[in-house]
């Protein structure tokens, strides 16, 4: 049983950075591959990114690429998500979930264990 913490979440301006980070409450490394969705408001859950077991592949979904960044830190259990030039439309809640599975997956039903989510608003 894994059990994940986002913080980090809060307001900010079109084309401002947040940093979300995942605490997690088992060693991670070199057994879970993390990734991060999103949902917003009346929408459906939306994969952001993934990182790998070791940290050294990452995997985003089109909208945020070049913008949003996971790292990872298999030493401190925890990954973080750097989100830059944010736009309105990446106002959400931001989970962050783990999987035992080793490819690229998007689909949130290949991950097992889930945060309670924090929220990111982007004001316009």
């Known amino acids: 049983q894994v059990q994940l913490v986002e913080s980090g979440g809060g307001l900010v301006q079109a084309g401002g950075s947040l940093r979300l980070s995942c605490a997690a409450s088992a060693r991670t490394s070199s057994r879970y591959s993390m990734g991060w969705f999103r949902q917003a408001p009346g929408k459906e859950r939306e994969f952001v990114g993934r990182i790998s077991r070791s940290g050294g592949s990452t995997f985003y979904a089109d909208s945020v690429k070049g913008r949003f960044t996971i790292s990872r830190d298999n030493a401190k259990n925890t990954m973080n998500l750097q989100m830059n030039s944010l736009k309105p439309e990446d106002t959400a809640n931001y989970y962050c979930?783990?999987?035992?599975?080793?490819?690229?997956?998007?689909?949130?039903?290949?991950?097992?264990?889930w945060g309670q989510g924090t929220q990111v608003t982007v004001s316009s």
């Open positions: 979930a783990a999987t035992l599975l080793t490819y690229n997956s998007a689909q949130s039903a290949d991950y097992s264990y």
